[in-house]
């Protein structure tokens, strides 16, 4: 049966990837990643799939059948139409037998049309054996590695004084929000729109404003940076993103400062996760120096452009 090219998946597709992803994962047998992360019901980085029927002009799936099975499956990322993130697995029982490799032939051959001369970023479990053998057949080199980690919540110690405030924001403070991305991140106004205008859409995420607590503020305009928060409906579990101190205040100490601050307002007890890039390695160091621990990590492989060159084929 010949592969489907889509835009977009349906629910049914999202259903079907779902749980081939779900087959995939129970198959990989994970050893720990670091010293101190038990092996024991390890957490794999969950799988992210876009809305049912939502169609974006940078990414596309390529996706397998035998009859009405879903057996392999690939997405393709391009956000900058520069590098493609690629992502996909195949059932255990049908590997080795050509079906991803088939799929990654037919990407590269729709990338090329849609994007021009792009490189593909794997996006690779490493512990996987069948992974592993891939990225060495294929001469890939790591990039870089996502980590999952997470802290759990201790009781607030509520006779220490804070030095950094969080003051919570609204669709009223957008454009200050836009503002302090931008320079925490040297991001670009567009991209920064589209984050942030997603961000205080969504019901559960509130946004903050860093600020020195008042005994510590030179002046009334003095502004550290910004995160958001999503912290679910049972309060047990709370997502960190976009945390970002201002260039003039890095290295000072507020970082770690600012995440006191956000453990005080949160309930003991509650798990609080954030995925940070080893290439940032400050930021990796600051969390780990809070106590964050690695629950997961994605690692990310680059293409070697002589393989490419000479045509080699991709493993099965």
């Not at 050893?31 to 974006?56: G, I, T």
């Not at 991140?185 to 020195?212: C, K, N, Q």
């Not at 160091?285 to 994605?298: A, D, N, T």
């Not at 490419?308 to 493993?315: A, D, N, Y």
């Amino acid at each position: 049966m010949p592969y489907i090219l889509c835009n977009s998946l349906d629910e049914l597709q999202c259903r079907q990837v779902t749980a081939l992803h779900t087959i995939c994962s129970e198959a990989v047998q994970i050893n720990s990643y670091a010293e101190n992360v038990s092996s024991e019901n390890p957490v794999v980085l969950s799988l992210v799939l876009p809305e049912p029927d939502a169609e974006d002009e940078d990414v596309f799936f390529l996706l397998f059948y035998m009859e009405k099975t879903l057996i392999s499956f690939l997405s393709v990322f391009c956000p900058d139409w520069k590098t493609a993130e690629v992502s996909g697995f195949t059932h255990p029982l049908y590997r080795k037998k050509g079906h991803f490799s088939r799929l990654l032939r037919n990407a590269r051959r729709e990338a090329e049309i849609r994007f021009g001369n792009i490189s593909f970023l794997y996006q690779c479990l490493s512990c996987d054996p069948d992974t592993i053998s891939f990225c060495k057949y294929r001469n890939l080199k790591l990039s870089y590695s996502e980590c999952m980690m997470a802290v759990e919540i201790p009781a607030a110690d509520m006779s220490a004084a804070l030095s950094v405030q969080l003051s919570s924001s609204s669709h009223d403070n957008r454009e200050q929000l836009i503002s302090l991305h931008m320079q925490a991140f040297d991001a670009d106004r567009s991209f920064t729109e589209s984050y942030i205008d997603t961000i205080l859409e969504d019901a559960d995420t509130v946004s903050y404003v860093l600020s020195p607590a008042p005994s510590y503020q030179k002046s009334q305009e003095e502004t550290l940076g910004l995160l958001h928060l999503t912290l679910d409906k049972s309060g047990r579990t709370a997502y960190l993103m976009g945390f970002g101190i201002l260039p003039r205040f890095r290295r000072k100490g507020y970082g770690k400062k600012a995440l006191s601050a956000l453990f005080q307002i949160l309930p003991p007890g509650c798990l609080l996760l954030l995925q940070v890039s080893t290439s940032n390695l400050p930021a990796f160091h600051l969390y780990k120096s809070c106590g964050f621990l690695i629950q997961s990590k994605l690692d990310y492989y680059q293409e070697n452009p002589r393989f490419i060159s000479q045509g080699r084929k991709e493993p099965s």
